[in-house]
Nanobody
Framework: QVQLVESGGGLVQAGGSLRLSCAASGRTFSIYTMGWFRQAPGKEREFVGA????????SYADSVKARFTISRDNAKNTVYLQMNSLKPEDTAVYYC????WGTGTDKPAAYNYWGQGTQVTVSA
């Protein structure tokens, strides 16, 4: 079992930055792909990015590429989402998730564990 707890959400003006953290329990954190997803009101949950455990290769949705950066600290069982140049359309609840097989997939259904989410609101 893996438990995930996100933090760092809040209200920020357009053009600003936030860093989200996701702390994980469990001794095998380093082998999991850690993903970030978001869900805006009335919309489906969408992939933001992911970082694999074995080689720490990161991938991103086109909508956030060059603005968001995912990193992980396996010693602290924590994954981060650095969000820069935020836009109002980035407003959503952000979730971190863990995928046991380490593929780095962008498919929510492939992820085994989910956090409770943290709200990010970007004002115009």
């Amino acid at each position: 079992q893996v438990q995930l707890v996100e933090s760092g959400g809040g209200l920020v003006q357009a053009g600003g930055s936030l860093r989200l953290s996701c702390a994980a329990s469990g001794r095998t954190f380093s082998i999991y792909t850690m993903g970030w997803f978001r869900q805006a009101p009335g919309k489906e949950r969408e992939f933001v990015g992911a970082i694999r455990g074995n080689d720490e290769r990161a991938s991103y949705a086109d909508s956030v590429k060059a603005r968001f950066t995912i990193s992980r600290d396996n010693a602290k069982n924590t994954v981060y989402l650095q969000m820069n140049s935020l836009k109002p359309e980035d407003t959503a609840v952000y979730y971190c998730a863990a995928e046991r097989w380490g593929t780095g997939t962008d498919k929510p259904a492939a992820y085994n564990y989910w956090g409770q989410g943290t709200q990010v609101t970007v004002s115009a």
